[in-house]
């Protein structure tokens, strides 16, 4: 092995020594992506990339700022607001978006957006009415 070589791997052990952790959240993140509705824990999402449950709370504050229930709530508001702007009911988005609780999502989501979920939809609908008398329809 030529000095070079010897080289390129030492560099690369330091510049890729964080991959593994790095595939580990972004799997988890992708996970809760496309599974945002269904009952997500700790326990399931740690046994989904095999590390323990603390270790994967670290991990996932560390390079998303957020811990992975956070982000899964947040992801949860996110597709409400969709689901409310298209007309779907409270009642149905709070269960479409994995909520279990009529109570805990208008909670959270008013304190995400500071406004209840029929308060969000009521000023999406109208909101919408004004843009179309103007004819200046445009989509978030």
Do not use: C, M, R, W
């Given at each position: 092995m030529t000095f070079y070589e010897k080289e390129l791997y030492r560099i690369r052990s330091i510049v890729y020594s964080n991959e593994g952790q790095i595939n580990t959240v972004i799997g988890i993140r992708n996970y809760i992506?496309?599974?945002?509705?269904?009952?997500?824990?700790?326990?399931?999402?740690?046994?989904?990339?095999?590390?323990?449950?603390y270790h994967l709370l670290r991990l996932f504050k560390k390079y998303y700022g957020l811990t992975p229930r956070q982000y899964l709530i947040d992801k949860r508001i996110e597709k409400s607001k969709e689901h409310l702007i298209n007309g779907m009911s409270v009642t149905e988005t709070c269960f479409a978006v994995g909520f279990e609780?009529?109570?805990?999502?208008?909670?959270?989501?008013?304190?995400?957006?500071?406004?209840?979920?029929?308060?969000f939809q009521k000023e999406q609908l109208s909101r919408s009415?004004?843009?179309?008398?103007?004819?200046?329809?445009?989509?978030e």
């Open positions: 992506e496309n599974n945002y509705d269904a009952n997500l824990n700790l326990e399931l999402l740690s046994h989904i990339q095999f590390v323990s449950k609780s009529l109570g805990s999502f208008s909670t959270l989501f008013k304190t995400k957006t500071g406004k209840s979920p029929s308060e009415k004004i843009d179309l008398k103007f004819g200046t329809l445009e989509h």
